[in-house]
């Protein structure tokens, strides 16, 4: 009998060890997207460094070239040949489609190298910091709750950025801008990760309204707020 009882004592022992091994994973896997997320922040240094041609045509391709690379691994993680215990961080549903920092590489490029700063800038920060803020609010205040602190760290984004603004175009493009940015971060877009949506979607609806009212010749587009050194 004692030798049963000790015997199910071990097993327990040994499933409660596993259990929190798997919740230490789980928790630096959280952590490690929550840190990527606001690392890539520190891109915005493109816009910092000197205007020169061949700076310009280094960082551009240095951008080309990281996103072309990340692509390539995915691809081959995806087909099976690289295995996926070697991209740290994964998610279940990702084992089989690309990673969400493809995705978000992919949106930054994108901004970086077509969208003027005032708009690229905003919708960078929201992908950064609103997303992470709305998923760690999202367990203590419900959806509704995170989505508006959410929205609110939206539009203080699109705020400074566009400080130098009229005040009518400051309301309109930070309100605007943060609806889609919400919008593009909670709603599922199956073939189109988050990470792109709460980055394009935003900066796709600005171009618009900038490029429609200089139809009515009004250009709505403030001076950029980060110089080249």
């Known amino acids: 009998m004692d030798k049963t009882e000790t015997l199910k004592q071990k097993v327990v022992n040994h499933q409660l060890e596993f259990k929190k091994k798997i919740d230490s994973i789980e928790l630096d896997v959280h952590w490690f997207r929550r840190v990527f997320h606001t690392f890539a922040a520190s891109f915005l240094i493109y816009y910092i460094l000197p205007d020169e041609q061949w700076i310009n045509a280094l960082k551009i391709g240095i951008s080309i070239f990281i996103v072309l690379f ?119 877009f199956k073939i189109l990760d988050d990470d792109f949506m709460i980055q394009m979607l935003p900066a796709v609806f600005i171009l618009i309204i900038w490029q429609g009212l200089i139809v009515f010749g009004i250009n709505i587009l403030p001076r950029e707020i980060i110089l080249p050194m």
């Open 70 to 188: 990340v692509t390539v691994l995915e691809y081959r993680r995806i087909k099976g040949k690289i295995g996926g215990e070697h991209f740290f961080g994964l998610r279940t549903y990702e084992e089989k489609r690309p990673a969400g920092y493809l995705y978000f590489g992919v949106a930054l490029l994108i901004l970086l190298l077509f969208f003027p700063q005032q708009i690229a800038i905003p919708c960078i920060l929201c992908a950064c910091f609103a997303d992470p803020i709305i998923g760690e609010t999202r367990y203590r205040l419900g959806r509704k709750g995170a989505y508006l602190i959410g929205f609110l760290v939206c539009m203080f984004f699109f705020i400074i950025t566009w400080y130098p603004s009229e005040l009518w175009v400051i309301l309109l493009i930070s309100i605007l801008g943060a609806i889609t940015a919400i919008i593009g971060e909670a709603v599922n």
